[in-house]
């Protein structure tokens, strides 16, 4: 007999692993967890739940695309000299900026940017289709020598960009003339992106290799050029036409300008369903063999893949899921949202404001309809409870499966706890692992809603045949198949604010192998949230009898 069952009670604490969906639920680590959706690990070791996600409003009204029926997207930001500070937002064939204290759209460009960057105190757009220029106080001024561009970036006073996917240019790094801006000059030729004989300033990367450049990003002395296939690095001195372009990966790059994201000293790279940290010229993956990235199909994603960051944590969207990884812990979690937002930027901050960083996303969903929520902007606060907005979301986690150190002797768990906050009412399931020698029957129990925000039960419509090809529906000799769970309700009592406590959790079993799943409710605001989970505690010991027909 172990000594775990002769200690009779056992606390499950400190998931510090975090989500590690990889392996198999018997045989990842006892501090991972099989599940764990809409939580995410502190640095004391609980798991609380995450920020919300609410749609942006200018009073009452919601912001949405400056286009009717048009999507929109985030391409940048833009800071004018008096520290009025805009999104830069592109629509189906207009560039737009969106002021974050007036919330008004402003149209600085009749033609879809590529991508954005600032110098000067001026907007500097480039685009696939149309030679590329600047915006300021509401003048447009076309670059008549830039060339057609995918992306655009401000380094040591040049502008660098490169080419259009498709094209000949696919694989052209692109710089413009030096400025001779200061204190005792004026502003010259940056603007310029060819030489005395119109020739441009460039340099190309394995011309006609089948790869091409997908996003560009600065360095600590270099441009690092990522393309779908490979990572590039060039530098030079006091000449880029004198530079070195070196190859720093020849196995790894970037699916798509979304997939490579710049946080302090490291850029965080996601390409064939890994997200990888790139620093200091090396490639670390972050989640192989700890999380898998699936696929959610409910819906028509615009695009299949992007990182952003928030707060402390990168936020990876993949065809419809989303994932987060958190810097601080280095673990993983789930987000369940139904607002399908998918790619989330940093708004500019005055140095003497006292506000929260805020985050601008945009929706993933390309099934839409003009007005609907999925063209909105939406918002995001680094804080699990906001007074900004709000968003209900069901917390949830599954533990991995334990056999407390003893598979092949029986237990018996007399009741079990959770040390929750919460302010809602809490369902707790546990699952003896068992093959059962007859399909079991579903329960009136499991059909019914246990509570008003009880999600996980069966409709009418659930059951029944809707069309003659419908391979999910149930018959009155066989309704459903079961959970096999033995699930409990934990009613909170009327409270204004989450409450700590240690639920009991009254369900008796015999068992060899068992696993653990709670569900708790909350909506982002201090009424609700912060939802927290710190341990969970069986009591079990060992149990020397069982029936003839338990397996």
Same mark, same amino acid.
């Given at each position: 007999?172990?000594?775990?069952?002769?200690?009779?009670?056992?606390?499950?604490?400190?998931?510090?692993?975090?989500?590690?969906?990889?392996?198999?639920?018997?045989?990842?680590?006892?501090?991972?967890?099989?599940?764990?959706?809409?939580?995410?690990?502190?640095?004391?070791?609980?798991?609380?739940?995450?920020?919300?996600?609410?749609?942006?409003?200018?009073?009452?009204?919601?912001?949405?695309?400056?286009?009717?029926?048009?999507?929109?997207?985030?391409?940048?930001?833009?800071?004018?000299?008096?520290?009025?500070?805009?999104?830069?937002?592109?629509?189906?064939?207009?560039?737009?900026?969106?002021?974050?204290?007036?919330?008004?759209?402003?149209?600085?460009?009749?033609?879809?940017?590529?991508?954005?960057?600032?110098?000067?105190?001026?907007?500097?757009?480039?685009?696939?289709?149309?030679?590329?220029?600047?915006?300021?106080?509401?003048?447009?001024?076309?670059?008549?020598?830039?060339?057609?561009?995918?992306?655009?970036?401000?380094?040591?006073?040049?502008?660098?960009?490169?080419?259009?996917?498709?094209?000949?240019?696919?694989?052209?790094?692109?710089?413009?003339?030096?400025?001779?801006?200061?204190?005792?000059?004026?502003?010259?030729?940056?603007?310029?992106?060819?030489?005395?004989?119109?020739?441009?300033?460039?340099?190309?990367?394995?011309?006609?290799?089948?790869?091409?450049?997908?996003?560009?990003?600065?360095?600590?002395?270099?441009?690092?050029?990522?393309?779908?296939?490979?990572?590039?690095?060039?530098?030079?001195?006091?000449?880029?036409?004198?530079?070195?372009?070196?190859?720093?990966?020849?196995?790894?790059?970037?699916?798509?300008?979304?997939?490579?994201?710049?946080?302090?000293?490291?850029?965080?790279?996601?390409?064939?369903?890994?997200?990888?940290?790139?620093?200091?010229?090396?490639?670390?993956?972050?989640?192989?063999?700890?999380?898998?990235?699936?696929?959610?199909?409910?819906?028509?994603?615009?695009?299949?893949?992007?990182?952003?960051?928030?707060?402390?944590?990168?936020?990876?969207?993949?065809?419809?899921?989303?994932?987060?990884?958190?810097?601080?812990?280095?673990?993983?979690?789930?987000?369940?949202?139904?607002?399908?937002?998918?790619?989330?930027?940093?708004?500019?901050?005055?140095?003497?404001?006292?506000?929260?960083?805020?985050?601008?996303?945009?929706?993933?969903?390309?099934?839409?309809?003009?007005?609907?929520?999925?063209?909105?902007?939406?918002?995001?606060?680094?804080?699990?409870?906001?007074?900004?907005?709000?968003?209900?979301?069901?917390?949830?986690?599954?533990?991995?499966?334990?056999?407390?150190?003893?598979?092949?002797?029986?237990?018996?768990?007399?009741?079990?706890?959770?040390?929750?906050?919460?302010?809602?009412?809490?369902?707790?399931?546990?699952?003896?692992?068992?093959?059962?020698?007859?399909?079991?029957?579903?329960?009136?129990?499991?059909? +019914? =809603? @246990?509570?008003?925000?009880?999600?996980? %039960?069966? &409709? #009418? !419509?659930? *059951? +029944? =045949? @809707?069309?003659?090809?419908?391979?999910? %529906?149930? &018959? #009155? !000799?066989? *309704?459903?198949?079961?959970?096999?769970?033995?699930?409990?309700?934990?009613?909170?009592?009327?409270?204004?604010?989450?409450?700590?406590?240690?639920?009991?959790?009254?369900?008796?079993?015999?068992?060899?192998?068992?696993?653990?799943?709670?569900?708790?409710?909350?909506?982002?605001?201090?009424?609700?949230?912060?939802?927290?989970?710190?341990?969970?505690?069986?009591?079990?010991?060992?149990?020397?009898?069982?029936?003839?027909?338990?397996?």
């Amino acid at each position: 007999m172990s000594d775990v069952i002769r200690q009779r009670s056992v606390s499950l604490k400190q998931f510090s692993g975090g989500l590690n969906n990889y392996w198999d639920q018997s045989s990842i680590a006892d501090n991972e967890l099989s599940m764990l959706i809409n939580m995410e690990l502190t640095t004391t070791g609980a798991l609380t739940s995450r920020p919300p996600i609410w749609v942006e409003k200018n009073g009452s009204t919601p912001i949405v695309t400056p286009v009717a029926g048009q999507s929109m997207d985030i391409i940048g930001t833009y800071t004018t000299a008096a520290g009025d500070r805009y999104l830069v937002v592109v629509t189906t064939a207009k560039t737009w900026i969106y002021n974050l204290v007036t919330k008004a759209f402003t149209q600085v460009a009749t033609f879809r940017a590529s991508d954005c960057t600032q110098y000067d105190n001026k907007l500097v757009l480039c685009s696939t289709i149309q030679r590329g220029g600047y915006w300021e106080a509401g003048v447009w001024t076309a670059s008549t020598t830039m060339p057609f561009l995918g992306g655009i970036e401000l380094f040591q006073n040049r502008l660098f960009g490169y080419g259009v996917q498709g094209t000949g240019t696919a694989n052209t790094l692109y710089w413009s003339d030096i400025t001779t801006f200061g204190p005792s000059g004026q502003l010259t030729s940056i603007w310029s992106w060819t030489d005395g004989t119109g020739n441009y300033f460039y340099v190309e990367i394995g011309t006609g290799d089948g790869q091409w450049i997908t996003a560009m990003e600065q360095g600590y002395n270099d441009v690092v050029l990522f393309r779908n296939k490979s990572t590039y690095r060039y530098s030079y001195g006091d000449d880029p036409a004198f530079g070195t372009m070196q190859a720093m990966q020849q196995d790894i790059g970037a699916e798509s300008k979304r997939s490579v994201v710049k946080f302090e000293n490291a850029h965080f790279v996601f390409t064939g369903g890994i997200l990888y940290k790139y620093q200091n010229w090396l490639y670390y993956p972050l989640n192989a063999q700890r999380v898998k990235m699936e696929t959610y199909g409910s819906f028509t994603s615009r695009f299949q893949h992007a990182v952003s960051i928030v707060g402390r944590r990168c936020f990876v969207w993949h065809n419809g899921a989303t994932y987060s990884y958190n810097l601080d812990t280095e673990t993983w979690s789930e987000w369940e949202t139904t607002t399908n937002a998918a790619y989330f930027v940093e708004a500019p901050r005055k140095s003497e404001e006292t506000e929260e960083t805020r985050y601008y996303g945009i929706s993933g969903n390309a099934a839409v309809v003009p007005g609907a929520s999925d063209f909105a902007l939406w918002r995001i606060e680094d804080k699990a409870v906001s007074t900004n907005g709000s968003e209900s979301f069901k917390c949830t986690i599954q533990s991995k499966i334990y056999d407390f150190d003893s598979p092949v002797e029986w237990k018996r768990l007399f009741f079990w706890g959770a040390d929750v906050q919460s302010a809602l009412p809490i369902k707790a399931i546990v699952y003896p692992v068992s093959l059962p020698a007859t399909q079991p029957v579903v329960t009136w129990d499991e059909i +019914s =809603k @246990d509570y008003s925000l009880e999600t996980n %039960f069966y &409709t #009418w !419509d659930q *059951l +029944s =045949k @809707d069309s003659p090809v419908d391979p999910v %529906f149930g &018959t #009155w !000799d066989f *309704l459903k198949a079961p959970s096999g769970g033995i699930g409990t309700v934990v009613e909170l009592g009327t409270t204004t604010y989450p409450l700590r406590t240690e639920v009991k959790l009254n369900q008796g079993l015999r068992f060899r192998r068992i696993y653990f799943e709670l569900y708790l409710d909350c909506d982002g605001t201090a009424a609700t949230s912060p939802v927290q989970l710190f341990s969970i505690i069986p009591m079990i010991s060992a149990k020397a009898k069982v029936s003839k027909g338990a397996n």
